[in-house]
């Protein structure tokens, strides 16, 4: 699967953002979704993650009840909406995916998913 996320840019602190990511091929459905981000000078860490269904999310600490992620399977894309940003979520935005035999798994560690996509920029000036 190709992963192509956009929806970057500059805002203000405060300000809200939606980031997209659209993939590419016929099993969307069966992929695991997440974000991560990396800010500079940073490794990159974890922001986000959503199971096949839909039903099961989970997010770091940092940013729960800010951010919401979501899907929808019918346009293989997946969806980051940032409220309340910080300076500190400036950093490159990635989604990535893996192929999961289960409806509910999700999972926080960058090396258990195997499609990337590109990388967004996201700017938050104070």
């Known amino acids: 699967v190709q992963l192509q996320a956009s929806g970057g840019g500059s805002v203000q602190a405060g300000g809200s953002l939606r980031l997209s990511c659209a993939a590419s091929?016929?099993?969307?459905?069966?992929?695991?979704l997440g974000w991560f981000r990396q800010a500079p000078g940073k490794e990159r860490e974890f922001v986000a993650t959503i199971s096949r269904s839909g039903g099961t999310t989970y997010y770091a600490d940092s940013v729960k009840g800010r951010f919401t992620i979501s899907r929808d399977n019918a346009k293989n894309t997946v969806y980051l909406q940032m409220n309340s940003l910080k300076p500190e979520d400036t950093a490159v935005y990635y989604c990535?995916?893996?192929?999961?035999?289960?409806?509910?798994?999700?999972?926080?560690?960058?090396?258990?998913?195997?499609?990337w996509g590109q990388g967004t920029l996201v700017t938050v000036s104070s």
């Open positions: 990535a995916a893996f192929s999961s035999a289960s409806v509910s798994y999700t999972a926080r560690s960058e090396g258990t998913y195997n499609y």
């Open positions: 091929g016929r099993t969307f459905s069966t992929f695991v």
